[in-house]
């Protein structure tokens, strides 16, 4: 437990990866120093929860902001027969991830996080951070569910062998959009298959590296996702294939684990970069899960 010089209680949660935040209220002016100790927790833990933090969403774009310029997500800007995103009319920037109708439809997105990925990796310009809020949560008899689980892909890339990291260098790999969204409506049945002219909306495929280096700690980080990785460019697609299912099961394995689990008013940070995360969809449609997110951009990979 650390007391900062700004009143926060900051308790580490898991090995490498995970800590909170308590005693901070973001609905109240922050000073430099009180952000930058928020900031330098992030960066250290990589996957940061603020407690108790009742947010409008207007307050929750004001301190996303604080971190860099704020990303609309895709499933807003695009036009498809079944983009259950809403934006909020007066925040753009803010997204719902939501099982909850309202007026007969889902105010957000129903199967976010079904496999391990980074956020907005099939962009170009991929996410620095997401910030997810969690205005309801799903919980029964005193349980609540639908946790979140991180993978902590630099400790990940430091446990592979100097085999392996030799045979990555300068590697780079597809990441699609339009992959993930076939293979969700296959795999789930929660939204159409799309035709090739709904398809054609959807970005083009982000080419980044397959190892990455953070541009702020610069550790090294395994930078491909089983959500949106779908070929690496320059080999054989068996051969391929083959590396990123191997690649994927390391990622996964629990000694490079945190799992999240959320309480309500949870403000959750990650590193898009440092970790990639899964949610657990171990609960009954029934429960409500309200939670409303802002995805902070990054830099340009070179």
């Known amino acids: 437990m650390l007391t900062t010089d700004s009143g926060f209680t900051i308790n580490t949660l898991g090995a490498k990866v995970g800590a909170e935040i308590i005693g901070a ?10 952000f930058a100790e928020i900031e330098d927790t992030f960066y250290r833990y990589s996957v940061v929860v603020i407690r108790d933090q009742e947010l409008t969403t207007k307050e929750l774009v004001e301190f996303s902001r604080l971190f860099g310029t704020l990303q609309i997500n895709v499933r807003s800007k695009t036009k498809t027969k079944d983009a259950d995103i809403r934006i ?44 997810l809020h969690a205005i309801e949560i799903p919980e029964k008899n005193g349980v609540v569910y639908g946790a979140t689980k991180f993978a902590d892909v630099a400790a990940a890339y430091d446990a592979l062998s100097r085999t392996m990291k030799n045979r990555l260098e300068g590697l780079v790999a597809a990441n699609s959009f339009r992959h993930m969204w076939q293979r969700k409506a296959d795999d789930f049945g929660t939204r159409m298959k799309l035709g090739d002219e709904e398809l054609a909306k959807l970005p083009e495929d982000a080419i980044h590296p397959v190892v990455r280096v953070h541009p702020v700690t610069g550790q090294k980080c395994i930078y491909i996702c089983d959500g949106y990785t779908n070929r690496i460019l320059g080999m054989p697609e068996d051969e391929s294939d083959q590396l990123l299912s191997e690649l994927f099961a390391h990622m996964a394995k629990r000694e490079f684990r945190y799992q999240h689990e959320w309480s309500l008013n949870d403000l959750l940070m ?10 657990n969809f171990d609960y009954d449609p029934s429960l409500r899960r309200l939670m409303q ?8 990979i070179t």
Request: glycine share 6%.
């Open 270 to 279: 990650w590193d898009n970069c440092a970790v990639q995360h899964k949610a």
């Open 293 to 300: 997110r802002c995805t902070v951009m990054g830099d340009a």
């Open 88 to 131: 909020m009319p007066d925040e753009q920037e803010a997204i719902y991830i939501s099982n909850v109708k309202k007026d007969g439809k889902f105010m957000g997105s129903t199967d976010a996080g079904r496999y391990w990925h980074s956020d907005l990796c099939y962009e170009q310009i991929p996410s620095k951070m997401t910030l």
């Open 25 to 34: 209220d973001l609905r109240k002016h922050l000073s430099a120093a009180a």
